[in-house]
């Protein structure tokens, strides 16, 4: 008898247990979560406007995690879509930075991670734009270094891709200094070597301060 008893509080107890999870898949199954579909064909790189997805609610039986439930307006995609597909994270381009080989010289130590100013050396043979201007000139601040090595990688903004790519193939010559950017000065001013040695004697003799924006040379001509 006791051990029918047992039995009978087992099943009824699978039995509750079996209502309580179809009661759950009831009431997830009446749940709703936000989702964004596209309403035309689109190509890779296309940025997101009303005009071209809009949002709708979907079941979550339609696994929730795959969706993208916050608005992609202003994204950009990272392949084509067509109308109706409904879009996940991983449709949009997750960074707008590359990372381009270069080389520069720098202290021993450089690690991944470090952030550096660079500075190039006109007066070479090679990409003609940086070359026209003689002199050191301070080219990029803040960049991370990714990869360290000879070439180092460097992350810089994707639309500034062909800038770095023509001034790696180029024989201008690079100089790259660990800094946090504070108290360096801004300019872009590109300093010739006589100008440089003059305002270094000058601080070193007390009778000067640190260059901010200096004036440009003047031409060989002697107009401005």
Known sequence: MRRTVAIAAVVIAMLAAVGIAAGVLVVNAGAKTTAWVTTQNLPAGATLDSSNVHQVQLSTGTDPYTVMTTSPLGRQLAHGVQP????????????????????????????VNDVIDIYAIGGGSGTAAVNAAEGTRLIARGVTVVAVGNPAVISVPAAEEP????????SVALIATRSTGVNVPTTDHAYTTGEVLALLAQLAAGNASAPTAASPSPSPSGTP
């Open 163 to 170: 800038l770095w790519v023509s001034l790696s193939s180029s």
């Open 84 to 111: 109706n597909d409904i879009l996940r994270a991983d449709d949009f381009v997750s960074s707008t930075m590359v990372e381009v080989p270069i080389t520069f010289k720098l202290a021993p130590g450089l690690v």
